[in-house]
């Protein structure tokens, strides 16, 4: 099909395509449109559009030569996909200016048209009453969401989303706003906002005496899920959001921003922190000594590629982390220790960790015996990890751990492992323990160095395997 220049025949009956549900498009190099000017209002049934890896795709829908018609039509469009059309520079080439109304779109995506400025004429951003999904990625051009198109007179548009829950904005380097005009946004039902690498657009504002750029403060008083970088992190301290669930910070400058966010939202359970400089997970002196007034709840912390991190204080701000479930660690490759004896992970059930290369012991033995909930382990790619559990501090008594809930271990590409534990004193129990997978592990000798049984009852699967390397010596 990359030869196909058209695809409706100008001379079929308008309704020869009325029962039309799904149209996909892929790698049709010729097209310039996908639907021409004759065609309007001959797809009403259609539900689901999907365009995709056309070169020449220069827009979507063409109304240019539509004439003001008496009967105003609604087309049944739902869901609709525009990825890699690299000459796109309008979805709606023209504002339909209600000849056809777009009136029950639900989802829609465009990815990598680099030369796309805008994507909604105004007609139709001010009809999107069923719209739950908007997603943007990787439009160089873009500028605006909605296009302001010829003068409007008025002295401002209203756009009601009453139904967006979802808004993606990622790699959109020239998004300055939603609309260039003066505007009001109402998205009350907006819960979900993920925005990256869209250096001009402001969320939020620091000064309360001028009005958002992006989004109303009722909207970000309300939002569940919010994935911001540092432009606009310092802005947040204004706000506390009770709803705030899920709170993803890339690229954060100043470490009191991320623990003034902890414990003004009460609700937060689950935080990633990714590609920062920080070297050290430490609470101000500030957050230690004042009350801040709420009992965190954060269940789920994940910290990915911190290429300067050597410190987390878990230690220093014990009441934020009491609570944890999830830890995830990727990418920390000057980590020295991920928690000292002192730390207990009473609630920690699922722990991973992978490519911090300077770590040479995961936990010690006092911080081993709280772990009674954990039910995963995963240890992959840390290049100088000796031992799992270290040596205790007092190597005169014995010590029994018991990893009451622990199903499953996995030690994968460690070439420094020696064992699980090196000490003689400590004895391990994983009375639920069924899956163990050990895998590219070249130095390990024994499971531990002790002369006391190790117990695993229900122990259901072993898996040892050796890489090519190994193999080879």
């Not at 290429?307 to 204080?313: D, Q, Y």
């Not at 014990?318 to 609630?347: D, G, M, Y």
């Not at 790619?381 to 799992?388: A, F, G, R």
Request: proline share 5%; hydrophobic share 40%.
């Amino acid at each position: 099909m990359k030869r196909l220049r058209q695809i409706w025949h100008p001379k079929f009956p308008l309704r020869s395509f009325g029962k039309l549900h799904a149209l996909i498009i892929d790698e049709c190099n010729q097209l310039v449109n996908i639907f021409p000017s004759y065609m309007v209002g001959g797809f009403l049934s259609l539900c689901d559009l999907k365009v995709t890896n056309c070169k020449s795709m220069e827009e979507i829908f063409d109304f240019k030569d539509v004439g003001k018609r008496r009967a105003r039509e609604i087309t049944s469009l739902q869901n609709v996909h525009v990825e890699a059309l690299p000459k796109l520079k309008r979805v709606w080439n023209k504002d339909p200016e209600g000849i056809l109304r777009f009136t029950y779109l639900k989802k829609l995506w465009v990815q990598d048209c680099v030369n796309l400025k805008h994507i909604f004429p105004i007609s139709i951003a001010k009809d999107l009453k069923n719209l739950e999904y908007l997603e943007v990625w990787n439009c160089g051009q873009m500028k605006e969401i909605v296009f302001r198109g010829e003068t409007i007179n008025v002295s401002s548009v209203l756009f009601e989303l009453p139904k967006l829950s979802t808004a993606r904005f990622s790699k959109l380097p020239n998004l300055e706003s939603f609309f260039g005009g003066a505007h009001e946004l109402h998205c009350s039902t907006l819960d979900n906002l993920y925005v990256e690498h869209c250096h001009k657009l402001k969320l939020f504002i620091a000064n309360p005496e001028i009005r958002p750029v992006f989004l109303p403060e009722e909207v970000i008083w309300n939002l569940k899920t919010i994935q911001i970088e540092a432009s606009d992190e310092n802005s947040l301290k204004r706000y506390r959001m009770h709803k705030l669930e899920e709170c993803q910070l890339s690229r954060l400058l100043d470490i009191e921003i991320l623990y003034f966010l902890l414990h003004r939202n009460p609700n937060l359970k689950s935080l990633l922190l990714s590609n920062c400089l920080i070297k050290q997970l430490v609470p101000p002196r500030c957050f230690i000594n004042e009350k801040l007034g709420v009992v965190p709840m954060l269940k789920s912390l994940m910290l990915m590629n911190l290429p300067s991190l050597k410190m987390i204080g878990f230690e220093e701000d014990a009441i934020l982390f009491q609570r944890l479930e999830c830890l995830i660690l990727k990418e920390c490759p000057c980590l020295n220790i991920i928690a000292p004896s002192s730390v207990s992970f009473t609630c920690l059930t699922n722990l991973e960790v992978s490519n911090c290369n300077k770590l040479i012991y995961l936990m010690t033995p006092s911080t081993a015996k709280s772990l009674v909930q954990l039910t995963t382990m995963k240890v992959i790619q840390c290049d100088s990890m000796v031992t799992i559990v270290s040596e205790p501090e007092n190597e005169e008594q014995m010590q029994w751990i018991i990893f009451r809930q622990l199903k499953e271990i996995e030690l994968d590409s460690l070439p420094e492992l020696e064992s699980f534990c090196s000490s003689n004193c400590c004895v391990f129990e994983f009375p639920l323990l069924e899956k163990f997978v050990v895998s590219a592990c070249s130095n390990m000798k024994s499971f531990t160095f002790s002369n006391q049984v190790n117990e695993t009852p229900n122990l259901r699967q072993v898996f040892h395997c050796v890489s090519a390397i190994e193999n080879e010596d």
